[in-house]
Structures are given as structure tokens and as C-alpha cells.
Nanobody, 122 residues
Framework: VQLVESGGGLVQAGGSLRLSCAAS????????MGWYRQAPGKERELVATISRGDSTNYADSVKGRFTVSRDNAKNTLYLQMNSLKPDDTALYYC?????????????????WGQGTQVTVSS
């Protein structure tokens, strides 16, 4: 399965973007799926995750501003980002785990996308 992110770009502070992560195969069983980001000179960090049952988890820095969702029929993961700040500037990646039990043991995802750049100007 390949994951391809899209929807990044340049936006002014306070603006919105919607990222998409299209999978080449079914995402129905993927659990969890997530969005991560990496800013220059920083480590990759969690943005949000969503389980197969649509339970969500967010980094404190994005709570109330970002919303993660998945459309299994379209094999696509989304990240709606509102009230963007310059600190949100990063390369955003989507990730997917084939099995929650394996993910729980290893903490590792099986699939990663190549990333989409989000730049927020002040």
C-alpha cells in the first residue's frame, strides 16, 4: 500500500488548509492512522491519530484547531487545519498501521507517505 499526501501549501496565519492522504488500497483495517509533522531542525512529532473505530487523539498544540477524519470508502485520511500559526510550519506525513495489536507492541507504523509541506506566514 502506498500513501500519498496532498493539500499542503502556503497560507497566512489564521488561515485553513485541508490535507488528504490517499491510499492505494483499502484502509478499512488500518488501525490506527495518523498525521505527523517535522519542522526543520526538529524531531518528527505526533499531530493526530484516528482509530478504526474513529477514536481520535491530538497533540496539545493542535487541540481545538485541527480535526482528523477518515473515509474508508474513499481510502483517504484527512486533516482539517484551522487557525493556523507560524509554528505549524512543517512537512506533514500520514502513517498507517496494519494491525492495532502489532502497533501496540512496537509503536511502529507499517506505511508512511512522502509528506506535504505546510508553510504558515505571519
Amino acid at each position: 500500500v502506498q500513501l500519498v499526501e496532498s493539500g499542503g501549501g502556503l497560507v497566512q496565519a489564521g488561515g485553513s488548509l485541508r490535507l488528504s492522504c490517499a491510499a492505494s488500497g483499502s484502509i478499512f483495517r488500518f488501525n490506527p492512522m495518523g498525521w505527523y509533522r517535522q519542522a526543520p531542525g526538529k524531531e518528527r512529532e505526533l499531530v493526530a491519530t484516528i482509530s478504526r473505530g474513529d477514536s481520535t487523539n491530538y497533540a496539545d498544540s493542535v487541540k481545538g484547531r485541527f480535526t482528523v477524519s477518515r473515509d474508508n470508502a474513499k481510502n483517504t485520511l484527512y486533516l482539517q487545519m484551522n487557525s493556523l500559526k507560524p509554528d505549524d510550519t512543517a512537512l506533514y506525513y500520514c502513517a498507517a498501521a496494519r494491525s492495532y495489536s502489532d502497533y501496540e507492541k512496537s509503536g511502529e507504523y507499517d506505511y508512511w507517505g512522502q509528506g506535504t509541506q505546510v508553510t504558515v506566514s505571519s
